[in-house]
């Protein structure tokens, strides 16, 4: 069916176009956002400078899994900006301690490394890979080297992107960080055939966000931890946007079975207010690390912490795990329905879902700005996928809500 531009359906007289205009003319052009400009927010609805309500099916790619404005966290926050903000890690702070003891409580780990960006922690976690095998497994000097999965998405740093499969976020961007060893998501046999005495560690996505909410054969994740313990290799799990009760478990790994050496968190941790990771593990890797060989002025500030702990006291009564657990069930099977009347294929687990628009269809961006004009905002990946990822606090009623407008814009 033919698809209505979002901008085609605001007044002429929107708000919305003297905004847009000053963000084209005075910021950088590395996104391409639907035209619709937010200015408040509450649970899983924003409102814009129109005064036009949407469903939000996005959720900031999970960094609002609690919601827009969530009460407990915008309390902590409040209570915690009338205290103190930042202290750099010059000094101890009553708040960082108490996280990293509640976050290592959570997730069943020994350390905590308090960070910023999702990419920070990835970063990290790689340094922490790299010492690890030099100072444990023995692996000579600047010659480690981490495998990885194509089609992955892990930050856009230049380290990152160097491992990149994506030619539009890596393009011009070299010369690139050596060091990785690429192999096909959701193949085994190919990660074993790259291990080698230099391999330091396997870094993976549970599921593949970016890639279109791409969930890996039953034996993948298993036979990765099985590989890492028989020849001695780390196994890192990005849980950046899977983690945190996304797929209806604390952790994504967790519907596999298996257990990491080392995570990475982020998005959620934040509470949708400001950037907090981490990366997680044992004491046998982050037990490594000593003053003056990595750190960051913000990472772990007080307003981060009393932010995280709050986000860590929502998950541990293990509530909104249960509710992506069931509100996924409720989604996936409705979404299911879907397929050959326009979609081709469905993925995803917990409130975590990939649409593949069948071939014909409108493009990713035109189906998003259909919804759009709907009232539901989501954003396609991979060109024709509608990443689908609404906050855990949905109601079932507005989750059927945004199910129904994608019915009416890719149902034939």
């Excluded at 060893?181 to 291990?195: K, N, Q, R, S």
């Excluded at 879902?353 to 991979?382: D, Y």
Aim: hydrophobic share 40%; with cysteine; charged share 20%.
């Amino acid at each position: 069916m033919p698809m209505t531009s979002v901008s085609a359906n605001l007044d002429t007289t929107s708000r919305a176009d003297e905004f847009i205009a000053l963000d084209e003319r005075y910021s950088a052009h590395n996104y391409h956002p639907l035209p619709v400009v937010i200015a408040e927010a509450s649970g899983a609805w924003v409102t814009d400078v129109d005064g036009r309500r949407y469903l939000d099916f996005l959720a900031g790619y999970s960094a609002l899994n609690f919601g827009h404005q969530n009460p407990d966290l915008i309390a902590a926050a409040t209570e915690q900006l009338g205290r103190v903000t930042l202290t750099s890690r010059a000094f101890h702070h009553d708040q960082l301690g108490p996280f990293c003891q509640e976050l290592a409580e959570l997730t069943g780990t020994d350390r905590v490394l308090p960070m910023n960006s999702g990419a920070e922690a990835v970063e990290s976690a790689i340094k922490l890979a790299r010492k690890w095998a030099y100072q444990v497994k023995g692996v000579p000097e600047n010659r480690a080297e981490i495998i990885v999965a194509g089609s992955n998405f892990h930050g856009r740093t230049t380290t990152i992107v160097s491992f990149s499969t994506d030619e539009e976020a890596r393009a011009e961007f070299g010369p690139y960080t050596p060091g990785f060893v690429v192999t096909p998501y959701g193949d085994a046999d190919a990660v074993e055939a790259a291990i080698t005495e230099r391999t330091a560690a396997i870094l993976v996505e549970p599921i593949q966000g970016e890639a279109g909410v791409v969930v890996p054969p039953a034996d993948y994740l298993p036979r990765l931890r099985r590989l890492c313990d028989e020849r001695g290799v780390l196994l890192i799990a990005d849980e950046i946007q899977s983690g945190l009760a996304r797929t209806g478990e604390l952790l994504a790994s967790a519907h596999d079975g298996i257990r990491a050496d080392l995570y990475t968190l982020g998005k959620a941790l934040g509470g949708g207010i400001l950037p907090v990771s981490a990366v997680v593990g044992s004491d046998e890797v982050l037990g490594l690390l000593q003053p003056g060989q990595h750190g960051s002025t913000f990472g772990g500030n007080p307003l981060a912490c009393a932010v995280g702990r709050a986000v860590i006291r929502l998950l541990s009564t293990g509530e909104y795990q249960q509710r992506s657990l069931e509100l996924g069930a409720h989604l996936h099977q409705r979404l299911g329905e879907l397929v050959g009347r326009g979609v081709s294929a469905t993925r995803g687990r917990g409130l975590w879902a990939g649409v593949e628009i069948a071939e014909g269809g409108p493009s990713g961006r035109e189906a998003s700005e259909a919804l759009a004009s709907r009232g539901v905002l989501c954003k396609q990946t991979q060109d024709t996928t509608l990443r689908i990822a609404p906050p855990l606090t949905i109601s079932r009623e507005d989750l059927d809500e945004g199910v129904d407008a994608i019915v009416d814009v890719l149902g034939s």
